[in-house]
């Protein structure tokens, strides 16, 4: 089961869990937990901290696994639930190997602490990079055959036995001979003081019985029942509701406010004013919104009051013509492209985009004078956490973080903003306030996904097949601003992928990067941020060199494949599911891409019909993906299926645009979703596979761009 509320302990509170002693070359240690119980702490090896930074001596492990007295088996979450699966996936690589019912298992959201919880695959607390399961697959199935072999060993001790006599199933321990058995929860205790074993043999996947078996998600009853609780729905003792206004125009200020109206609205408490932001604080929502449209407020709109769209893309075209960092290079691509038989050339740009979760940003905090209490729905728990502390003055102990399920994530909580702005405004009102932001204040004052210009040229041979490849692009450097170690000589691994590294065999091949950072407009993670973009330039190239080749577009990819098998077999498969090169009726068409990325291979065909009126209309996607070993193939075909919407979405209608330093679009009628009747038919096709698990969350949207 997973609870209900998941609701997480305040950190700090519950069971001690320290680290004192624990050696880096130690995986697990086990003691006592309260009541009886074992508790097995999980160290999830990789990166303890920046790239630069020296290896410390010992760490602490970041996920905890814990069986009760009463037999129930508790995974406190080091990630966080956003829609993607995460909570039913991972609790599966636990009860594989513990030979546990799904039923028995109960999540708890991780409380903010980055020794114990940091994700491997990134050194930061963090939920995204499509690594939930690629960073859980290894250690948390060993945690599962350590619990269970500690739990054979006391039985087999209690009953005298050899433990290579008694096996584990279903929750319990069986000793074949006698008929003996016993539950978990009665061996807990003796359990603890088992010596913890050096190694242990995982199950063979032929032997799986979760893994890789469709399973229906842990937390949709309560999010069918209303029972499930993301950050805007908590309400702690006496909390107030407000909203706000910030400065239309980024890096503006407030010069003047008039609340004489505001404050004789029904239900408005108080009027707080930062300085480039006001906030109304009210008994609930509407009170505070009434109160916000009464403010006469007039704004000092400070250096990007001029800016326009346009003034960004001419900075960043002009930024292309002179080099960049090298991000790849093979070969010798002038050399190549001098005695090229043909050549082609093209420019792309893509816009600045909204994350426009459905659940808008919201924050919940209580500032005492010792103290600080917040609720919120986080990917960064841990920065949340350090945000709130330096706002507040007050030592990070001092402040408890609740995270909670997120309404959307898409790396808009991977930023930690809002509750800078929450705290701020809490620092003004005695007790609890929920700072919630309208829908027009969430798109207005996003942090938008980079605009980005590239321009290519490729040299083709006499058969039309692709000699020499050059690719230079220009945006911003998301990673720079977010984890600068990670950015270096120019580069940085989340802006280049999906540009460098193709699938494709290319001779000559040269990439390179040009930073360009907009003025005054944050930008930010937007579900896989570079492959989003370079995805959509590098296969839109591509069909521009098969068309200049007069060549079908799948047969001239499947040309340049024949290193990359597992790409070639997913673009077959997907091309024939789809049937491609089938007769299409007049106006409608096919298209194609593939794709390598977070150690996934995908394929999408898509049917798309043009009206007389030049509306796009997508009729059908056809994906097929390999991601490796499947942990469960719902998860993965719901990604997909929400990913495809996504994109579409993107592609068809996404766009933010400034005007006189102001965004254009303001809600869900000038930023306009994928509509239900819009919605193309979709079929995801799996391939089995025996590698390690790929990270499906962000691979999805890109495919379908440049279709």
């Keep these: 089961m997973i609870s209900d509320h998941l609701t997480s302990r305040p950190f700090g509170s519950g069971r001690s869990r320290s680290a004192d002693g624990l050696s880096r070359r130690r995986f697990l240690e086990a003691g006592s937990a309260a009541g009886g119980g074992l508790l097995l702490s999980l160290s999830l090896p990789g990166l303890t901290g920046c790239s630069s930074a020296p290896e410390a001596a010992s760490f602490v492990p970041n996920a905890f696994v814990r069986v009760d007295s009463n037999g129930q088996v508790i995974l406190t979450m080091p990630y966080v639930e956003m829609g993607q699966g995460t909570y039913t996936s991972i609790p599966m690589l636990i009860a594989e190997e513990l030979e546990v ?10 409380p903010p602490n980055e020794k114990l919880y940091a994700n491997p695959l990134i050194g930061v607390q963090a939920t995204g990079n499509s690594n939930a399961i690629r960073g859980a697959w290894q250690p948390l199935r060993q945690a599962g055959a350590i619990a269970r072999t500690m739990l054979v060993s006391a039985a087999a001790k209690r009953w005298n036995v050899d433990p290579a006599s008694c096996r584990a199933q279903s929750g319990e321990v069986l000793h074949a001979l006698t008929g003996r058995r016993i539950k978990y929860g009665e061996l807990a205790a003796d359990a603890a003081s088992m010596p913890v074993p050096q190694s242990v043999m995982l199950k063979r996947p032929e032997d799986f019985k979760l893994i890789g078996t469709p399973a229906k998600r842990l937390d949709t009853p309560s999010k069918v029942n209303g029972t499930a609780v993301y950050g805007i729905d ?16 980024f890096g503006g200020r407030l010069k003047s406010v008039d609340d004489t109206k505001a404050k004789a609205v029904r239900g408005v408490r108080q009027i707080v004013q930062l300085d480039d932001v006001v906030a109304v604080v009210a008994d609930h929502m ?13 704004w000092d709109d400070g250096p990007h009051a001029k800016l326009n769209t346009d003034a960004i893309v001419g900075e960043l075209e002009k930024a292309t013509l002179s080099s960049g960092a090298v991000a790849q290079n093979i070969g010798d691509t002038d050399k190549a492209m001098a005695g090229a038989t043909a050549k082609v050339e093209a420019t792309y740009q893509v816009p600045f985009l909204a994350h426009a979760t459905m659940e808008p940003m919201n924050c919940t905090v209580h500032v005492r004078k010792d103290g600080c209490e917040v609720w919120v729905g986080s990917q960064v728990v841990a920065r949340a956490q350090a945000a709130a502390a330096k706002t507040a003055g007050l030592p990070s102990d001092k402040v408890v973080v609740h995270n909670h399920l997120i309404g959307g994530g898409f790396g808009r909580r991977l930023e930690i903003d809002g509750v800078i702005r929450a705290v701020q405004i809490a620092q003004h009102v005695d007790g609890p306030v929920k700072v919630v932001w309208t829908r027009e204040e969430d798109i207005q004052h996003d942090m938008y996904r980079p605009y980005w210009f590239d321009r290519l040229s490729a040299g083709l041979d006499e058969k039309g097949l692709p000699v020499a490849w050059s690719h230079r692009f220009a945006g911003s450097s998301v990673i720079a601003r977010w984890a600068p170690p990670f950015f270096n000589n120019g580069l940085d691994p989340d802006t280049t992928e999906g540009a460098i590294n193709l699938v494709y065999a290319l001779p000559n091949l040269h990439v390179e990067y040009v930073r360009v950072e907009p003025p005054g407009i944050p930008t930010a993670f937007w579900r896989s941020v570079g492959p989003s973009h370079n995805v959509f330039v590098t296969e839109s190239f591509m069909d521009e060199l098969a068309a200049a080749a007069k060549q079908d577009a799948v047969a001239y990819r499947l040309a340049l494949l024949d290193k990359s098998p597992r790409a070639k077999a997913v673009l077959e498969l997907a091309a024939d599911k789809a049937g491609w090169g089938q007769k299409l009726p007049d106006r409608v068409g096919r298209g194609v891409s593939v794709q390598f990325a977070f150690a996934n291979y995908m394929a999408h065909v898509a049917k ?5 009126d030049g509306r796009v209309r997508v009729r059908r996607v056809v994906c097929a993906v390999d991601c490796g070993t499947v942990v469960n193939p719902d998860t993965v075909r719901a990604q997909v299926q929400g990913a495809v919407i996504f994109g579409i979405t993107a592609a068809l209608y996404g766009e933010i645009t400034l005007k006189n330093g102001r965004v254009e679009q303001s809600n869900f009628d000038s930023y306009r979703m994928l509509r239900m009747n819009e919605a193309p038919a979709i079929e995801v096709h799996i391939v089995k596979s025996a590698e390690p698990p790929g990270g499906m969350g962000s691979l999805g949207p890109r495919p379908s761009f440049p279709q």
């Design 101 to 110: 019912d799904m039923k028995q298992v109960r999540l708890e959201h991780a």
């Design 234 to 249: 908590v309400r702690p003792p006496g909390v107030k509701i407000a909203t706000l206004a910030q400065s239309p125009v």
């Design 286 to 298: 509407g009170a505070a919104k009434k109160g916000l449209a009464a403010l006469l407020i007039e």
């Design 608 to 612: 798309v019909e043009v009206s007389k």
